[in-house]
């Protein structure tokens, strides 16, 4: 295993969720009156602080050079405000750090410590109305990308897995003549013309593999599925790309092809995949949804009933959807004493960020709004959690198991390690 494929396992999908999340709220941040006055400072590790402070020194007097006076105010006292807080950094630490600074919407510093989950490859300074968050999202991806293959003679199924993500590339069908009842010369006949057709549609296929594979999805390694004759004929075809050949690691019997087909296959080489969100996540869901079908007692579903297990110490791991991802906002006036909570999907918290800052507070009229607090349902659950001893899984929705936790079960969910109540 590769440094990099061990740094990203150990990285939870809580971490992962957390990321995202952060990276999400910085891309709704603006420049308070949309002046190139946000500062994105990328550190990478074994950099050393005092020079990153020599750096910083040099940009704030460079300010005072800009021509908009309210622009180079803004831009110092971002830098103002970095500097005030690096002093308590002692380094970058191993994977370096990543810090967003500047007046927002808000009409207030904001300032945003990241220590990013791998090794930050560049080392930037930039100033913008945006925080430039690109280099942190392109993290979020998983490197680990394998191929997934259904090959039978009567179609094929070309996709990939990546982290949570199950993409189906290309499904064709084939013409390959069946089984007939001919006899004589003309069974003879039939079967040569079938196998040339089944031959050639082989390495029809091998073409797809070839392009989607070392061109436009290039893959770390490979699992065939299909009916074992087809399977055998298929490797055998010398179009086949001699690279993803020794690329194959697990050649499995599956029935289907298309989704189905992809589905069995994932099932029947779990022990291939195990490094990968998806398989995880499916053996989750599926351990949950078996104790509840089974009766057993050792699975609840709905935000009150877990955390009320959580909160009795029962609770093994929560599966909680990352469609449920909801954060729940203080929202203050500077001007006066008002203040509300309210509730906001991460998917929306964008537009109420750009909503909010047009706002005027509906107190005292004055534009003084602001967000004061914030924290989301996964980090609350998370923290309740990790204080009982059990552990919080974020489920994607991108596959079928994830979809019906969401789906069918409210997307918050827990396998419990006793049963709480009577009658089981």
């Known amino acids: 295993m590769t440094q990099t494929e061990d740094k990203e396992k150990k990285r939870t999908s809580v971490e992962r969720y957390l990321l995202k999340h952060e990276i999400e709220k910085l891309e709704a941040k603006r420049s308070h009156n949309m002046s190139t006055s946000l500062i994105s400072l990328y550190i990478p590790p074994g ?10 020194r040099d940009e704030y007097g460079t300010a005072t050079n800009i021509k908009d006076k309210n622009t180079g105010k803004a831009v110092q006292a971002a830098i103002s405000s970095i500097m005030s807080r690096m002093k308590n950094l002692s380094s970058p630490g191993e994977n370096g750090l990543v810090i967003f600074c500047g007046i927002t919407q808000s009409n207030k510093v904001e300032y945003f410590l990241i220590n990013p989950p791998e090794q930050i490859g560049i080392k930037l300074y930039l100033c913008d109305y945006v925080f ?81 594979y070392l061109e436009d999805n290039p893959v770390e390694a490979i699992i065939i599925g299909g009916p074992a004759l087809s399977k055998a004929q298929y490797l055998e075809n010398k179009e086949l790309d001699y690279r993803l050949r020794e690329k ?12 189905v087909g992809i589905r069995e296959l994932l099932d029947r080489a779990q022990s291939k995949l195990t ?28 935000e009150k009933q877990v955390r009320d297990a959580l909160e009795r110490g029962a609770v093994e791991v929560v599966l909680v959807s990352e ?51 914030e924290k989301d349902l996964i980090t609350e659950l998370n923290e309740l959690a990790e204080s009982s001893g059990a552990s919080l899984e974020v489920i994607s929705t991108s596959h079928e198991d994830g979809a019906t936790l969401y789906g069918a079960f409210g997307g918050v969910a827990a396998i419990l390690r006793y049963k709480l109540y009577e009658g089981y």
């Open 47 to 56: 950099t050393r602080l005092s020079d990153i402070n020599s750096q910083l």
């Open 275 to 302: 490094d990968f969100e998806l398989v995880r996540e499916r053996l989750l869901t599926q351990k949950f949804m078996e104790n509840l079908g089974k009766d057993t007692g050792l699975a609840t579903y709905g």
């Open 323 to 373: 469609d449920v991802d909801r954060v729940n906002l203080v929202i203050k006036c500077e001007a006066c004493d008002y203040q509300k909570v309210e509730s906001v999907r991460t998917k929306e918290y964008s537009d109420f960020v750009k909503e909010l800052s047009s706002k005027k507070c509906p107190k005292c009229n004055e534009d003084k709004v602001h967000i004061d607090e």
């Open 248 to 259: 194959v690691i697990g050649i499995y019997d599956v029935g289907y092809t298309g989704i």
């Open 132 to 212: 430039h968050i690109n280099h942190l999202k392109e993290m979020l991806e998983s490197k680990k990308r394998y191929g997934l293959a259904i090959v039978a003679r009567g179609g094929a199924t070309i996709a990939t897995i990546q982290g949570s993500r199950l993409n189906i590339i290309r499904e064709e069908d084939s013409y390959v003549p069946g089984k007939h009842k001919m006899g004589g010369q003309s069974q003879a006949r039939f079967q040569r013309l079938t196998e040339e057709a089944a031959q050639r549609w082989y390495t029809k296929v091998a073409g797809m593999m070839n392009e989607a």
